[in-house]
């Protein structure tokens, strides 16, 4: 491969991780094709982009990313391919679930939330982290509760309120 063809390589992967918000590391080295075309299309309707990289483009294109991502670098051996997504916990949920039927892929390392998860015992803990969405929807939850206590109430106060003038004005 030629010098340019690896530039353009490295600033077409730097493009894409910075379009980004999540990044993920993981092994599918040894996949058959089968296998690859089902996580491939597992990948497609979760929104997440799976790209087979070289270890050292993929290290050039993150060093001229506009996110820190040197913490991860350690991670970059062996076969390695590339998960992209808006949502930070889907890849991991994807990787876990497609994990019942096969072997791989193995989790190497992330980039979520702007902090770095290295190793394969962090897995579950990305599993676990809420997505910007899913806080917002928690918090609007949290404050709608009591509004509603407060808007019942007022509202089963009304009804007491209208029943005493009535029968108030009824006595007389």
Known sequence: ??????????????EQVNSYKHLYVSDIAGLNATAT?????ACFYADIKLIQ????????????????????????????AIMLSETGNAPA???????????KPVFKAAYVEE????????????ISIKSRDELIADIILMLQSPVQNVISALQSGQNTITGVIKTLSEKE
């Not at 491969?1 to 730097?14: A, N, R």
């Not at 670098?73 to 062996?78: D, E, K, P, Y």
């Not at 902090?115 to 990305?126: K, N, P, R």
């Open 1 to 14: 491969m030629k010098k340019e063809e690896k530039k353009e390589i490295i600033d077409g992967l730097t």
């Open 37 to 41: 075309q089902q996580l491939r299309r």
């Open 53 to 80: 990289v070289k270890n050292t483009l993929l290290k050039k294109a993150l060093e001229n990313a506009d996110n820190n991502y040197e913490e991860i670098f350690v991670a970059l051996t062996g076969s390695s």
């Open 93 to 103: 949920k994807l990787i876990k679930e497609f994990r019942r039927t096969n072997d």
């Open 115 to 126: 902090c770095a998860y290295v190793g394969e015992e962090l897995l579950e803990s990305l």
